[in-house]
Structure formats: structure tokens, C-alpha cells
């Protein structure tokens, strides 16, 4: 029997990751679903075991806020003898509200795992998929990386951040045969309007499903690509934002968060 082909999805009890899960079960990948509700990564392996059998499923839960989590989710693969192939790093949280007013413990862990802890998972994976010569990481941004958004200043920056962070080690790790993708989705139907206070935002109004954004980001990243945006309206505020002037943009952010 070849050995499995394993990926690693954080963030999978809910939204695009269990919708990864579900698209990379399918696709005959064996799993490593990580998030802090151990109850839905638990449904979610029973679940995938039935649809996709001959796969296996690991679950390991993990708050990713906690400065050692990165390193005790790599210390949990390499005692259950599993070697990554995809790696995603999902898991993020997004806060609206003024800067200055919202919780200050908040903000510093939506830094703490939408940057932080993405990054230590990219420093403890890449070298081993350099060394392999094959697989890659996505890294889930959002078109909130394209430009600033106020009420949501936090939460953009630190998107922006991952969105630079994928496009360098792609470059980085392409000549290995590695490729790392950044995915941008927009407004998607998740349990991510619940933490950003955006349930009655009009920007939702038209969101993508997770399960179109899953298969989307799959695909985008088995083709190589570096940026994958979800959905044709995303990819085309994608471009807008290239070419207006930077001033309007910010301010037509900050008044869609209104
Ligand atoms: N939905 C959108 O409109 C949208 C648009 C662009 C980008 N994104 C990005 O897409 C990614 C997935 O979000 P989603 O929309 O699918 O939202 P979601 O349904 O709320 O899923 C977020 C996932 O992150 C996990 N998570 C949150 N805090 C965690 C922590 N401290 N430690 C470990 N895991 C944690 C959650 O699991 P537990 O609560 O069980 O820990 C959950 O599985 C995020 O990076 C988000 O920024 C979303």
C-alpha cells in the first residue's frame, strides 16, 4: 500500500475548513483536522470515515493562540508517524468595531493566531516539504488583504500580512517542487460573522458558500497557482482596488463596515 497522502487543515470544526475536509477526503487524502472544539473535529472524522472510506483521520485539538500550540501540533504528527503533504493554515478570526475601543486581549490573539501562529506552522512545514521535493501550504487570507479597512483595521493587516508572507514562499519554495498558495475568499457563510459581530453586515448579503470557496482553493492550489481568489466578483475587486486611488478605496471599506 503507498503511504497516504496527508493533509493537515486547522481550523477544520467549522466553515472553509470543514469544507477542505471534505473536498480533500474526497479527493482520497487522509486528514489531520485541528481546531479547540473537539466535539465537531470528532462528527467531522466519524462523518468523513463513512463518505470516504480507505482514508484515515487524525484529530488533534489545539488552541493555536497559545504560543507552544504550532509546536505540539508538529510534535502530534511525528508520534502518530504522519508526514504532510498540504498543509492549511485556515484557522483566523476576524473583529469589527474601533480600534481603540475594541478588548485589547482580543486583538492581540487574533494576532496571535491569524499571523503568529500561521507563521510558525509555515517555519516548522516548509523545510520538510523542501526536503521531500513535493506538497505545499495554503494559507488562507482574504480580499481583506487587497487594501486598509477601518472598523476592521486589525483584522485586515493581519491578512495583508499573510497574503505578502504566501506570495515570498512561493517564490521561495517553487524551485523545490513546493507550492504555497495564498486564498482569498470574500464574504463566505461561515460561523465567522458570529466572532466579527457581521451577521447583519451588507456585505454578506451575496456570500459565496464555504463549500464553492473549499473546491476553489483545492483546485487553485493543485494548479500551482499563488493567489487563488474565490469567486469572479471577489477577483474583480481585486483588480478595482489595483487601479482606484488608494484614498477612495480605504474610505469605501470603512463605510461597508458601517
Ligand atoms: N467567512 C468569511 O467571509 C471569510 C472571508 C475571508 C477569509 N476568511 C478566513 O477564512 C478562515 C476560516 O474562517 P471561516 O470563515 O471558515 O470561519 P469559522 O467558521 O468561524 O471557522 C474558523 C475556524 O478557526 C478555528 N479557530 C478559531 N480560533 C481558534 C484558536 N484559537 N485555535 C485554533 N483554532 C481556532 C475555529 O475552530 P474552534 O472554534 O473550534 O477553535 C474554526 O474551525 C479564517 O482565517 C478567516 O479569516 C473568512
Known amino acids: ?9 486547522t481550523g477544520a470544526s467549522s466553515g472553509i475548513g470543514a469544507e477542505l475536509a471534505r473536498v480533500y477526503a474526497a ?15 470528532d462528527a467531522l472524522k466519524a462523518e468523513l470515515e463513512r463518505t470516504a472510506p480507505g482514508i484515515r483521520v487524525e484529530t488533534v485539538p489545539l488552541d493555536l493562540e497559545r504560543p507552544d500550540a504550532p509546536a505540539e ?40 493566531l491569524n499571523v503568529v501562529a500561521l507563521t510558525k506552522l509555515c517555519r516548522l512545514v ?18 481583506a488583504a487587497f487594501q486598509a479597512i477601518p472598523y476592521m483595521a486589525g483584522y485586515a ?11 515570498a514562499l512561493h517564490e521561495e519554495a517553487k524551485r523545490h517542487g513546493v507550492t504555497v498558495t495564498a486564498l482569498c475568499p470574500g464574504p463566505t457563510a461561515t460561523e465567522f460573522t458570529i466572532r466579527a459581530d457581521m451577521e447583519k453586515s451588507k456585505l454578506f448579503s451575496h456570500a459565496m458558500s464555504a463549500a464553492d470557496v473549499a473546491r476553489i482553493a483545492a483546485d ?7 493567489i487563488v481568489i474565490a469567486g469572479a466578483a471577489n477577483k474583480a475587486g481585486a483588480v478595482a482596488v489595483k487601479f ?11 463605510w461597508l463596515q458601517g
Open 244 to 254: 482606484a486611488p488608494r484614498a477612495l478605496i480605504r474610505r469605501m471599506a470603512g
Open 220 to 226: 487553485g492550489h493543485a494548479a500551482g497557482r499563488a
Open 157 to 167: 493587516a493581519t491578512k495583508a500580512y499573510v497574503l505578502s508572507l504566501s506570495e
Open 27 to 41: 479527493r482520497g487524502r487522509s486528514l489531520v483536522l485541528t481546531a479547540r472544539r473537539s466535539d465537531r473535529l
Open 126 to 143: 516548509l523545510p520538510r516539504l523542501i526536503e521531500a521535493g513535493r506538497g505545499g501550504i495554503v494559507n488562507v487570507a482574504s480580499t
Open 1 to 9: 500500500m503507498p503511504d497516504p497522502l496527508w493533509t493537515a487543515i
Open 73 to 112: 501540533l508538529i510534535s502530534a504528527l511525528d508520534e502518530r508517524g504522519v508526514a504532510i503533504h498540504t498543509f492549511v493554515n485556515n484557522a483566523g478570526f476576524g473583529l469589527r468595531g474601533g480600534f481603540g475601543t475594541m478588548p485589547y486581549a482580543d486583538q492581540v490573539g487574533m494576532v496571535e
